[in-house]
């Protein structure tokens, strides 16, 4: 089965037309959020490398941008991923991929492109932190730091696992590739339950196959979770305030109804929350009982990284890894 066609030229013009504008502001506000974003992500990677252990890699391109660029540079990475041909008898499929990631770009604080460059970029949102800060009351330099320790340790993620990104992006290829394929017991389930995910239109091993994605994420989110929160309140000193107000806020959207609800499912939010908890969980875990380097030899090679089953038991993945 080939990959689906794509009008990813169609999918970059459109995307940023159709994201909600950000909250209001002055543009001097906007001004200095950009320059104090800019200074956040450069401060960020030593107190990044000093917590992970990892050892801080050139500096990446850092780009503050609004939800418009974020949709269309999003475009453009999953072009390079999923090698998808480029082709107008694709309009429809971009069309979809225009209007998913335009729902997207209100909710993403910042994000790392690890492919295609000589340094990875890292993007921060700026209109979306504007608004989280806000709308969590929190001291705006102290939140805009934890963010930019958040990404940063991803940087640091790809810098010592330097086949990482490749290992990711050929998954990602291999299941784009693959047509859905109705599982009929998945669509029986779902009508039982009167709901509809996308995964409940895969086959089991295509959604095996995600499940194997979702394991990576979820170490690569969750020890980015923990790598923002311990800093201490020396580096950000309403740490503690911030994680309060910041798990209210994604415990308040999981409790949601009716078009949120469906919008969540179908964006897969709610997955991508649950891979901050579990994989936080993991990482703590395995810190405790192997210690920092132990922790980090998951970086040192593909099979070293957690299946979906270690990742629910991580000290199945202590046991193979460590003895």
Known sequence: MSA????WDLAARLAPTLVRPGPPSTLVERALLVESLRSAAANALPHAARVTGLEPPLAPQTLVVDRGA????????????????RSRRGAGTGIELAGALALLSGSVLGQVEPWGA???????????VLATERGLDVPPDDFRLWVALHEQAHVLQFAAAPWLAGHLADRVAALWAQQPR????????AARARSLSPLDLLHPEQRAEVDRIGAVMSLLEGHADVAMDAVGTAVIPSVRLLRRRFGRRRAAGARA?????VLRTVLGVDVKMAQYAQGAAFVRTVRRRVGRDGLN????????????AEIADPAAWVRRVHG
């Open 297 to 308: 030899a998951i970086w040192s090679a593909p099979d070293q990284l957690p299946s979906p």
């Open 257 to 261: 109804t009716g078009l949120r609800r």
């Open 182 to 189: 109705v599982s009929p017991a998945a669509l029986a389930r």
């Open 118 to 128: 000589d340094r990875p970029r890292l993007l921060l949102v700026a209109p979306n």
């Open 4 to 7: 689906p066609a794509v009008d």
């Open 70 to 85: 974020w949709a269309r540079a999003n475009v453009r990475a999953l072009h390079r991923v999923t090698r998808a041909e």
